[in-house]
Nanobody, 125 residues
Framework: QEQLTESGGGLVPAGGSLRLSCAVS???????????VGWFRQVSGKDREFVAA????????AYSDPVRGRFTISRDNTKNSVILQLRSLKPEDTAVYYC???????????????WGQGTPVTVSS
C-alpha cells in the first residue's frame, strides 16, 4: 500500500510562502505515475476540503476557488513526489494539509486509497 508523507508546514506571516512536499512510497507492483495526487486541508471541527490536484502524468491540474492563482501543484515522477507551492498566504489558509492518492482525477474522497498524516500550516495576521 502506498504511504504518503507530507512535510514543509509551519508558521508564516500573512503574505508569505511555504512549500509543501508529499513523498510517496508504495507497493512494488504499483508506480507513482499510475495515479493522481491531491492536496486537501482541514480545520478542526470542519470537513476536509479539496485544495489542489495533479493528474498522473502531471499534465493537468485543478484548484479550488480560494487558492487558485496563489497555490501551484507540481509533481516529479522520477522522485515520487508532489509539491504544493503556497504563495500570498492568508490567515484563512491556516489548516492541516493532507496529500492523497487516487486513480481518479481529480481525487474524490470516496475513492482515495491513501492519505498522508498531514502537515500543519499556520498563517499569522
Amino acid at each position: 500500500q502506498e504511504q504518503l508523507t507530507e512535510s514543509g508546514g509551519g508558521l508564516v506571516p500573512a503574505g508569505g510562502s511555504l512549500r509543501l512536499s508529499c513523498a510517496v512510497s508504495g507497493r512494488p507492483y504499483s508506480t507513482f505515475s499510475n495515479y493522481a495526487v491531491g492536496w486537501f486541508r482541514q480545520v478542526s471541527g470542519k470537513d476536509r476540503e479539496f485544495v489542489a490536484a495533479i493528474d498522473k502524468s502531471g499534465t493537468n491540474s485543478a484548484y479550488s476557488d480560494p487558492v487558485r492563482g496563489r497555490f501551484t501543484i507540481s509533481r516529479d515522477n522520477t522522485k515520487n513526489s508532489v509539491i504544493l507551492q503556497l504563495r500570498s498566504l492568508k490567515p484563512e489558509d491556516t489548516a492541516v494539509y493532507y496529500c492523497a492518492a487516487d486513480y481518479s482525477f481529480p481525487p474524490q474522497k470516496h475513492s482515495i486509497f491513501a492519505w498522508g498524516q498531514g502537515t500543519p500550516v499556520t498563517v499569522s495576521s
